[in-house]
């Protein structure tokens, strides 16, 4: 399956935090856990899954449930609900907005494209595991402004929602809550499928003292082992990544590694920063400490 490490979980003292418990101190993982970077190997083994990236939307209040959940089955519920979901096909709302959107643009037919009952039947249930990219959320909305706000047509137009970012909180990096909420989600949508966390991590500027990345992968990593608490079969976990690399449009620009790359050395010197310390250190004692500091200096 992976190239990867044993790992662990449970948990200890609880605050809250958007809605959701991010515990603290140490908690340890389950014997089973598979611990890793993104340096993965596959084996003949008689099973396979695919990886789906999913971004989470959460509603920008109590009135934009819907906006949000829309958003979410667009993003990837589009992919999910046709192999994990119990009638396959794509989500009844992408069915429905997309055909109606159509006729209204003068299409004789829907845009998307319809499933036959035998193409149905052939892609449902056919991934051992819910292979998952996620990294970060958005909160979404909808009222009259989203009127003539997107292209159309396009997948945007569609959904009909307008999202945005915005900070967690103090102390807070990134969105752990919306990952707890996502495998919750996962679990009680497709029936608990056995998830791998195939991507994980946080860019930056570069630089070895990453305290950012750090917090990023312990309140990611706690919330993961919260929805694991709670039931979530999530079987392993993988950074983003184990070095610096070509990152899509961003190029070089953006830096994911726990080891820093010098790419104007000729040799692409490789050097562990911070976070590889801490994540090194999680792998050696298969805990989760919120507190362990290494012995770090830079040169």
Not at 52 to 68: I, Q
Not at 208 to 221: M, N, S
Request: hydrophobic content about 35%; overall charge negative; proline content about 4%.
């Amino acid at each position: 399956m992976f190239s990867a490490y044993v790992l662990l979980a449970i948990g200890l003292c609880v605050s809250e935090s958007q809605g959701h418990k991010i515990r603290h101190e140490i908690r340890q993982f389950p014997d089973h856990f598979l611990f890793g970077t993104a340096t993965a190997s596959q084996h003949q083994g008689g099973e396979i899954f695919i990886t789906l990236s999913a971004h989470w939307f959460e509603p920008d209040g109590e009135d934009n449930v819907e906006a949000a959940n829309d958003s979410n089955e667009f993003n990837w519920g589009h992919y999910a609900h046709p192999i994990f979901s119990a009638t396959g096909d794509y989500p009844p709302v992408m069915k429905e907005r997309i055909a109606a959107r159509s006729f209204e643009q003068g299409f004789q037919r829907s845009r998307l494209p319809e499933f036959t009952a035998e193409e149905i039947e052939y892609v449902r249930g056919t991934s051992d595991y819910f292979g998952l990219n996620h990294y970060s959320a958005s909160y979404a909305y909808r009222n009259s402004s989203v009127e003539g706000y997107h292209a159309s047509p396009s997948i945007f137009d569609d959904v009909g929602v307008i999202t945005y970012n915005k900070d967690s909180g103090e102390g807070i990096v990134g969105s752990p809550w919306a990952f707890y909420k996502l495998l919750k989600s996962i679990n009680e949508m497709y029936g608990n499928p056995p998830v791998f966390i195939t991507e994980n991590g946080r860019g930056n500027d570069g630089g070895l003292e990453d305290d950012d990345r750090v917090t990023y992968y312990r309140q990611y990593i706690s919330a993961m082992l919260d929805a694991m608490d709670e039931g979530c079969d999530v079987r392993g976990y993988t950074t983003w990544s184990l070095m610096d690399n070509f990152e899509w449009l961003k190029g070089y620009s953006v830096r994911f590694g726990l080891y820093q790359v010098d790419m104007s050395s000729p040799e692409r010197t490789r050097t562990p920063r911070k976070s590889a310390l801490v994540y090194k250190e999680m792998l050696r004692s298969r805990c989760l400490d919120m507190h362990y500091e290494p012995n770090f200096i830079i040169h």
